[in-house]
């Protein structure tokens, strides 16, 4: 059984915000980890939400303000994890060339849009020879791979 996780971007801040622990879909909020690694950043950029002043209290933004990606329980060939919105560049087996496409979700399953000359190619996730894989950056982030997390 594949680990179920998720990641946000924030739309007004322009950051990755990483371990998620709650989505409340009946108060429309994302709840971060305490102690988690942007905590600090999340707090001094007014960007947080809590019930009080309690440093331990939960983080937590509208679902409005961040964009959810959800975690594909596939590693690249240099252990990221992979998740939905991630770029990626692999070499198909027996081939020179390298190519290049986005992580999706369709047709309840993730998928990869390949792009090559001009034309998007879906093809299934489980089709993909992980050794072969490798995260270049995200949709939101571009290609600063050096901005993700490993």
Known sequence: MREIKFRAWEKTGG???????????DYGEVIFKRGSE?????????????????PE?????????VELMVYTGFKDK??????EGDIIQSQQDGCA?????????????????????GDAILSPFYNMNEKNMEVIGNLYEGGKKSGQRR
């Open 15 to 25: 950051r990755m915000w990483y371990d998620v622990r709650e989505i409340a879909f």
């Open 38 to 54: 942007i905590e600090d950043e999340i707090r001094k950029a007014g960007k947080h939400h809590c019930n009080s002043c309690d």
């Open 57 to 65: 209290a939960d983080i937590w933004a509208k679902m409005d303000e």
């Open 78 to 83: 240099n252990g990221q994890e992979i998740y």
């Open 97 to 117: 060339e390298y190519v290049v496409g986005c992580v999706v979700y369709s047709s309840a399953a993730f998928m990869i849009k390949w792009y090559k000359e």
